[in-house]
């Protein structure tokens, strides 16, 4: 099973059907099913790749993205995803180390491909709309490829917030699972559904993609940087529109100004995840757009899909524990084993802390060419995921946070997130992140970095006397900083290492 084969299905029986679009050029199914066959006959009988073969795709989101990677699975090759925000010289490295053979990059890229120095070896680069590009689509089209369901479909390197990025090998076992997951927990898709991807396909949103392809779902591409004016204007011409977003997306979405009185009834799903979503936020985004939301949590060694907590859970504000489960990420999602153990392995009893472990046929094969990671990450059959949680008596999985983020202060674990949602109920506050710095007495003391919503005050009296009214004296931060904004990763998430070495740097002053 390839999962190019599932859209050969799709354009079978509603050829005509719209497949992908963007800013006024569609493309039809069977349209799509021939560039993709065309483009799988060049790359093997113009390029000479073999299955197994690694291709990259360092490409802004546009319409071009779906049948280069769709070509690339016909032809039998592992598609390199690169985020479009990468510099040139950490595209460099990830084209070094997984051995791709050829690079497939939007025009705007190019001129970031100049900046590198004379004498880098990079493998063949293809812009999209040259010569190469069309002769690609020239390729005599080819309808079989050479590879089963458990070879690798996707390798997919991690954002590297901690060091450089992993390889993590996924099959197309592993994508053709977690599109069945979609449609099993999420929402059934078909002919009258759309996805809109405003975030990167070389992210989560590729995988919906798929999943979309492969119900005959009608793929939406919004070009450019995330914006939610576009966004928010577009809905009204489509139907049951689904979308993944980042939280810090969906805050973004929730405060524009057009939010409140935009069209969302064509707005079926977001699903969100990726970095936490705190309660207040999900409530303020409710009331916008109302219960809307189903949250998801997975990691690129299992991507999208580990637990998640459903729609119908998010409007049950009726619930006696309703805050907890929307401060959850949910239960298990369908075809997936989830345990918290210790370090040795053990499942530790309900309620208590320990590490997130997963097994499913999202787990990734692997870590490409890194036997270390590989004996760290994977113990028998099980994914560790380096997240630190608690499950309840009833199965919801509420993550506390990533292992190396939580503080441990005159012996006491304390996990920032906690705090997080405290802070985050002050009406002043838009974002925060709470972190460590080193103290002589206690190991670690706690700081939180705060960032405001314009025009709203507030100082560090009012939000300790918050975390005094909410929680333990010894979790409160002992400093608070103010900042106009809060670094992140090209996927949005917090670099609280960057935060860390800021208060390093503070120190020294």
Same mark, same amino acid.
């Given at each position: 099973?390839?999962?190019?084969?599932?859209?050969?299905?799709?354009?079978?029986?509603?050829?005509?059907?719209?497949?992908?679009?963007?800013?006024?050029?569609?493309?039809?199914?069977?349209?799509?099913?021939?560039?993709?066959?065309?483009?799988?006959?060049?790359?093997?009988?113009?390029?000479?790749?073999?299955?197994?073969?690694?291709?990259?795709?360092?490409?802004?989101?546009?319409?071009?993205?779906?049948?280069?990677?769709?070509?690339?699975?016909?032809?039998?090759?592992?598609?390199?995803?690169?985020?479009?925000?990468?510099?040139?010289?950490?595209?460099?490295?990830?084209?070094?180390?997984?051995?791709?053979?050829?690079?497939?990059?939007?025009?705007?890229?190019?001129?970031?491909?100049?900046?590198?120095?004379?004498?880098?070896?990079?493998?063949?680069?293809?812009?999209?709309?040259?010569?190469?590009?069309?002769?690609?689509? *020239?390729?005599?089209?080819?309808?079989?490829?050479?590879?089963?369901?458990?070879?690798?479909?996707?390798?997919?390197?991690?954002?590297?917030?901690?060091?450089?990025?992993?390889?993590?090998?996924?099959?197309?076992?592993?994508?053709?699972?977690?599109?069945?997951?979609?449609?099993?927990?999420?929402?059934?898709?078909?002919?009258?559904?759309?996805?809109?991807?405003?975030?990167?396909?070389?992210?989560?949103?590729?995988?919906?993609?798929?999943?979309?392809?492969?119900?005959?779902?009608?793929?939406?591409?919004?070009?450019?940087?995330?914006?939610?004016?576009?966004?928010?204007?577009?809905?009204?011409?489509?139907?049951?529109? *689904?979308?993944?977003?980042?939280?810090?997306?969906?805050?973004?979405?929730?405060?524009?100004?057009?939010?409140?009185?935009?069209?969302?009834?064509?707005?079926?799903?977001?699903?969100?995840?990726?970095?936490?979503?705190?309660?207040?936020?999900?409530?303020?985004?409710?009331?916008?757009?109302?219960?809307?939301?189903?949250?998801?949590?997975?990691?690129?060694?299992?991507?999208?899909?580990?637990?998640?907590?459903?729609?119908?859970?998010?409007?049950?504000?009726?619930?006696?524990?309703?805050?907890?489960?929307?401060?959850?990420?949910?239960?298990?999602?369908?075809?997936?084993?989830?345990?918290?153990?210790?370090?040795?392995?053990?499942?530790?009893?309900?309620?208590?802390?320990?590490?997130?472990?997963?097994?499913?046929?999202?787990?990734?094969?692997?870590?490409?060419?890194?036997?270390?990671?590989?004996?760290?990450?994977?113990?028998?059959?099980?994914?560790?995921?380096?997240?630190?949680?608690?499950?309840?008596?009833?199965?919801?999985?509420?993550?506390?946070?990533?292992?190396?983020?939580?503080?441990?202060?005159?012996?006491?674990?304390?996990?920032?997130?906690?705090?997080?949602?405290?802070?985050?109920?002050?009406?002043?506050?838009?974002?925060?992140?709470?972190?460590?710095?080193?103290?002589?007495?206690?190991?670690?003391?706690?700081?939180?970095?705060?960032?405001?919503?314009?025009?709203?005050?507030?100082?560090?009296?009012?939000?300790?006397?918050?975390?005094?009214?909410?929680?333990?004296?010894?979790?409160?931060?002992?400093?608070?900083?103010?900042?106009?904004?809060?670094?992140?990763?090209?996927?949005?998430?917090?670099?609280?290492?960057?935060?860390?070495?800021?208060?390093?740097?503070?120190?020294?002053?």
């Amino acid at each position: 099973m390839n999962l190019s084969y599932t859209l050969q299905r799709v354009a079978e029986y509603q050829p005509d059907r719209p497949a992908i679009s963007e800013e006024g050029r569609t493309l039809s199914y069977a349209a799509f099913e021939d560039q993709v066959a065309r483009i799988a006959g060049a790359l093997r009988a113009r390029h000479g790749l073999r299955a197994g073969d690694r291709v990259g795709l360092w490409m802004e989101n546009c319409l071009e993205y779906l049948p280069l990677m769709f070509g690339a699975w016909r032809a039998g090759l592992a598609v390199v995803p690169i985020n479009a925000k990468l510099h040139a010289k950490e595209l460099q490295w990830i084209l070094e180390n997984s051995g791709a053979k050829l690079c497939l990059i939007t025009p705007d890229k190019l001129s970031q491909l100049a900046e590198l120095p004379g004498g880098v070896s990079l493998p063949l680069i293809i812009e999209t709309g040259s010569r190469d590009h069309a002769a690609l689509l *020239a390729g005599e089209a080819i309808s079989e490829s050479p590879v089963t369901i458990d070879d690798e479909a996707w390798l997919f390197y991690t954002s590297g917030t901690t060091g450089r990025p992993k390889g993590a090998m996924l099959t197309h076992r592993n994508l053709l699972f977690c599109a069945h997951a979609y449609c099993t927990d999420i929402d059934h898709i078909d002919h009258r559904d759309t996805c809109f991807h405003a975030a990167p396909l070389s992210h989560g949103s590729g995988c919906w993609a798929a999943a979309f392809a492969a119900r005959g779902g009608h793929n939406v591409i919004i070009p450019g940087s995330f914006e939610p004016e576009r966004i928010l204007r577009a809905m009204p011409l489509h139907s049951n529109i *689904a979308m993944f977003a980042a939280p810090t997306m969906v805050t973004r979405l929730v405060t524009h100004p057009l939010a409140g009185s935009a069209d969302t009834r064509n707005l079926k799903t977001i699903s969100y995840g990726g970095a936490p979503m705190y309660v207040a936020d999900i409530k303020r985004a409710m009331e916008v757009f109302g219960p809307k939301f189903y949250q998801l949590f997975g990691q690129g060694e299992s991507p999208m899909t580990i637990s998640g907590l459903p729609k119908w859970m998010h409007a049950d504000s009726e619930h006696p524990r309703y805050d907890e489960r929307l401060g959850s990420t949910g239960i298990a999602r369908t075809g997936c084993a989830i345990k918290v153990v210790d370090d040795r392995g053990r499942e530790v009893p309900r309620g208590e802390v320990g590490e997130i472990v997963t097994r499913s046929d999202a787990v990734m094969k692997g870590y490409w060419a890194n036997p270390e990671a590989n004996a760290k990450a994977l113990r028998d059959g099980w994914l560790w995921t380096g997240d630190l949680g608690t499950m309840d008596a009833e199965g919801f999985l509420t993550i506390k946070d990533r292992s190396k983020d939580m503080i441990i202060s005159g012996g006491s674990n304390i996990y920032p997130r906690e705090i997080e949602e405290v802070l985050l109920t002050h009406p002043a506050v838009l974002e925060t992140a709470v972190v460590s710095r080193p103290h002589a007495d206690w190991g670690e003391e706690v700081v939180a970095y705060i960032v405001l919503r314009p025009g709203v005050q507030a100082g560090p009296g009012d939000l300790d006397q918050l975390c005094l009214d909410n929680i333990a004296r010894y979790k409160r931060p002992r400093g608070y900083r103010f900042v106009a904004a809060l670094p992140k990763n090209n996927y949005g998430k917090i670099l609280k290492t960057e935060l860390r070495t800021w208060l390093i740097e503070e120190s020294r002053d």
